[in-house]
């Protein structure tokens, strides 16, 4: 048994992370572009929803499994891609994989993981999914799609709304680069937090896994400005399996990469780590959902922090959740264990509010029971 660690919502897991983390991983883990107005107007706009109860429905027994492509995921909720996850706890990306396996939910494997795409796969059952960035003139992206290909791959999810790496002053101030580059600013900031060095030390520096000893090195800061509609067509045409699109927000783009063979959107405003002045991601959701129709798969991600936000994303229109930034919160606050009781946390929180809804399914949410 997991040994409890003092988790019981996100923000729980947040406050340690921050007592824990290097004052430099923390703040690239949490901050946002700009002046981060945009990252609290998102958070604002899903805390202004309101769900309204409904009363004397039998609502005894409540299922939180929801169908997402061709398989059944335990959880209505799956994990993002993040990247360098290691930076929140030594082998998180496997503790990410082996969560995803058992409740079989996506695991969303960043291009830039600190474990190659080739063991999360394995790790995850199956359940992973191959996050990959359009960078440079494009040949290094293409690599990786064979790669994901030949790995054994079946669902592909193209980040779109990072066309050059967005300024986020509290990495900028912390002199955050990859790999790290230790100057007396943050020998000091280690030496302050000696259980996380320590443990990195003994487990190795995180690195760049994917592009470790292979023919194509990724800089994080390279643009990714020449992709366009072409560059998208080319990659529906290469790839076979499933294609996702993640960070969208506008409703005109959604029905072209619908109309182009994009077999699901993946709602997102990256976290307003790109943009300051991006509209509320929820917000967005509902627009495109009208502009899709009503069975078109979307997806959701940005500024989820509870099992009620889970619940609201998918009355606003969305067919499955994802989760980033809490689960490296909870990793970084206790390891393991911590991420298996802030998963369970959300997955209890999603199912008292079904039930104070008169609901006893996810399904029931997009028929408007909520609202």
């Not at 824990?20 to 703040?27: G, Q």
């Not at 994901?148 to 790496?165: C, H, K, N, Q, S």
């Not at 699109?245 to 109309?259: C, E, I, S, T």
Request: with cysteine.
């Amino acid at each position: 048994m997991l040994r409890q660690t003092g988790i019981h919502s996100s923000e729980d897991a947040r406050r340690l992370a921050r007592k824990r983390l290097p004052w430099m991983v923390f703040d690239y883990v949490d901050g946002a572009a700009g002046e981060e107005h945009g990252a609290m107007l998102a958070r604002r706009a899903i805390q202004d929803i309101r769900l309204t109860p409904r009363v004397l429905r039998n609502v005894s027994r409540r299922e939180l499994r929801v169908q997402l492509f061709d398989k059944l995921a335990v959880r209505p909720f799956g994990i993002s891609p993040m990247g360098m996850c290691n930076l929140s706890a030594p082998d998180a990306d496997l503790m990410l994989a082996r969560l995803a396996a058992r409740d079989r939910v996506p695991h969303g494997v960043s291009t830039v993981a600190s474990t190659d795409m080739e063991t999360l796969l394995k790790a995850s059952g199956g359940m992973a999914w191959f996050q990959l960035y359009f960078s440079g003139d494009g040949s290094g992206t293409m690599k990786l799609v064979e790669r994901a290909r030949a790995a054994g791959y079946g669902t592909l999810v193209l980040t779109v709304d990072v066309p050059e790496v967005g300024r986020r002053p509290r990495e900028l101030r912390h002199g955050f680069k990859m790999p790290f580059r230790i100057g007396p600013r943050q020998f000091v900031d280690f030496a302050l937090h000696p259980r996380w060095s320590l443990s990195t030390l003994i487990r190795g520096r995180p690195q760049m896994a994917n592009f470790d000893g292979r023919n194509y090195v990724f800089d994080r800061t390279e643009s990714r400005a020449a992709a366009d509609w072409t560059t998208f067509e080319t990659l529906r045409a290469t790839w076979p399996g499933k294609l996702v699109v993640k960070g969208v927000l506008h409703p005109g783009d959604a029905l072209r990469l619908k109309a182009l063979g994009a077999d699901a959107i993946q709602v997102s405003s990256h976290g307003c780590r790109q943009l300051d002045a991006a509209p509320p991601a929820i917000e967005a959701l509902a627009a495109i959902r009208q502009a899709v129709g009503p069975s078109y798969p979307l997806f959701y991600d940005s500024g989820i922090r509870s099992g009620e936000d889970v619940v609201k994303a998918y009355a606003m229109g969305a067919d499955f959740v994802f989760l980033g930034r809490p689960l490296l919160y909870a990793m970084a606050a206790g390891g393991e264990a911590g991420l298996h009781q802030l998963w369970e946390v959300l997955a209890q929180e999603v199912s008292l509010t079904l039930a104070q809804l008169g609901l006893t399914e996810m399904a029931a949410l997009r028929e408007g029971a909520a609202r």
